[in-house]
């Protein structure tokens, strides 16, 4: 049964409530609120098409920008959730929906991912669909907190001849990395984690992102574009060489890789 959310008071004393909670709402605490029929507001701060492809059930859509600029009444208690992948706008959007009268908000640690990791329902409907996966940029994953984030590296050693691989520690100081594959399912499955996985260019993390999903740990992002994206420090498109002349162009492809 689809549990109703979205619940208006009038109690007098929720107009001067305006507050927000740095330390957010886990999974768990949320999943007991519903159960026990808790009057909450859930709010979907990702964009339109992501929240009509699969949301929280009873989730309303407010996009992380609008969320400064929305009027709403006074809701009580509110838990606000994105994608829960690094920097996706989901405290920024708490802090300004907090700053409203009548408004207790509450960030949902882990976000859609780690519901999706739970034993949470979501809307999506049943049937075929087009798989999707998690990606980040090379620049997201630069400016990205560290806390929380973990390296798996799929990459193949480089053939003879061929450039050195990428220095990751040097490239992407104070970033951990998993021990062995064992360690990275283990942290993609822990709301308190998300596992970047990193290949030659080459697919393998589309393959390893299946083999997540299907032991339910949703907790990773892919780096689109994997070791060749990283070789040019993120920047795409022709280049000089060192003779001065065009190189060729390198484009990322559907599957995150480079053509």
């Known amino acids: 049964m689809r549990r109703t959310l979205f619940i208006l008071f009038g109690l007098p004393a929720l107009l001067a409530w305006g507050s927000f909670s ?79 009268p009548g408004l207790k908000v509450e960030v949902l640690q882990g976000g859609f991912a780690g519901w999706k990791s739970s034993p949470g329902l979501t809307t999506r409907r049943p049937g075929l669909k087009l798989e999707s996966f998690n990606y980040i940029t090379y620049a997201h994953l630069k400016a990205a907190r560290t806390e929380g984030l973990i390296l798996y ?16 520690n040097a490239e992407f100081p104070g970033l951990k990395h998993a021990a062995s594959r064992a360690d990275a399912v283990r942290s993609a499955a822990d709301p308190a984690s998300l596992v970047v996985l990193l290949d030659s260019g080459d697919g393998t993390a589309e393959l390893e992102a299946r083999r997540f999903k299907l032991g339910g740990a949703h907790r990773y992002v892919i780096l689109a574009g994997g070791e060749p994206i990283l070789a040019r420090h993120g920047e795409m498109g022709l280049k000089l ?16 890789g480079v053509k």
């Open 22 to 100: 740095a330390s957010g709402l886990t999974i768990a605490e949320l999943q007991q609120q519903l159960a026990a029929g808790g009057r909450v507001t859930v709010i979907d701060v990702r964009r339109p098409a992501a929240y009509r492809q699969e949301h929280i059930p009873g989730a309303i859509n407010i996009p992380a920008a609008l969320c400064p600029l929305k009027k709403l009444p006074p809701l009580g208690a509110v838990v606000v959730y994105g994608d829960g992948l690094p920097d996706d706008n989901a405290t920024a959007a708490a802090a300004a929906l907090a700053a409203k």
């Open 241 to 256: 060489n060192a003779a001065g002349t065009t190189g060729v162009a390198h484009k990322l492809s559907p599957s995150g």
């Open 153 to 168: 590296d799929l990459r193949q050693p480089a053939r003879s001849g061929a450039p050195a691989l990428t220095d990751l």
